[in-house]
């Protein structure tokens, strides 16, 4: 079972150490590194001894490197990773474990002994579990100073907020310190004041309902733990739980890239279920996504759907390829009732980020270098900023009504697709 490279690094102590690891992501660094079921070692060549480097990544991962740095996984371990991430050739299968990992591996064993089997995976999850509930603390704290001092300060502060930021990272809450520096990036930007305020309302109310982890139900604790960046992959989802077989169609996807790791978010929808599920899939570098879910692609199977209050990931179960025509189910006939079906998601979990809208018989219109789109009850909502504008959907439209897919956030729609004569075309 090999991790995703979102997965991995994740398990980078900081940022710094993920940054330092992406140099020797490179088979000529290594030699005869090998890769046995769910165990990897290798050596990591230096000019004098090389660093004898291992790392078992099963639902207990442990981690071995010879180097002096103490903080594990380090920069070789973390580099070991993504090597085999990417699906390197460089690995080799089939060899015996050397002395020195035999050895490595006894030692954990001798270790584990001592207490019962699930021990050690409690104790790690509850001692991560303690520096997210500390940090989601000091950062209800670190709010109130900001908003005491007032807004208009935060402007001369960047290095306060970064320091922060790396705080949060040191408690385990990767995911906040980002969001937290998207914020500060916003500051000074048109009408920035508005949209910042919004935002550290949203970091308020998650470091509120940390405060309470311990009594809220297990969805909404995973909700929390999603917002701050502890993700359950694919592998560890419930078996048997959340799953829902329906015939579904692929509503288009949108790309985008974060440092060095692409993101791809697809929607699709049930025929019969109208459900909609989110499949997120990440790359590295420039690597390539390992499946394809192009627009209009119609696939029979099952979707296991990841614990939540208003369930929207999915990872595809079991499909097989489908030809036979496809009813796309209703959409909002107009905006109205797309507002009450957010409010209803956002009441459920109220850090929802992208609501899937699929609106029937709209009129997408330019109106005083404004997009726009217009309803059958001619109320309208703005479209996402967009430097290329969304003259190809204006032309597929031609005045006409057609029906749109997107993500709506509250304030704008993200289109992704259109629907025409039950054809769907992509727009991103």
Known sequence: MLWTTRDIAQLAPDPATLERARPLVHAR????????????????????????VAARISAMPAFYCSCPVKRKPCKHVLALLLLAAQGSDAFTTGLEAPEWVSAWLSRMQRKR????????????????????????????????????????????????????????VDAKMGSIARRLRLIHAAIGADNWPRTVLHELADLYLFARAFSQYDQLPSAMQQELLSFAGVNIRKEDLPAGENILADRWISLGRRQYAEDQLSVRRTWLVGEQSGQFALLLDFAWGNNDFEQQWPAGMALEGTMAFYPAVYPQRAAIQTFHLSDAPFQIPEGNAHFEALFDNYSGALAANPWLSAFPALIDRVIPVLHESRWLLVDPQNRHIPLAPSEAGYWPLLALSGGRPLSIFGEWNGAALLPISAVADQRIVALS
């Open 29 to 52: 660094r290594w030699q005869s590194p090998v890769a046995i079921d769910d165990l990897l070692w290798g050596e990591f060549r230096t000019p004098g001894d090389p660093y004898l």
């Open 113 to 168: 002994g001592k207490t019962s089997a699930a021990a050690p995976e409690v104790a790690t999850s509850d001692k991560r579990l303690a520096a997210m509930q500390a940090g989601a603390a000091d950062l209800l704290t670190w709010l109130h100073q900001q908003i005491g001092q007032g807004l208009a300060a935060a402007e001369g502060r960047h290095e306060e907020w970064d320091r922060f930021a790396a705080r949060l």
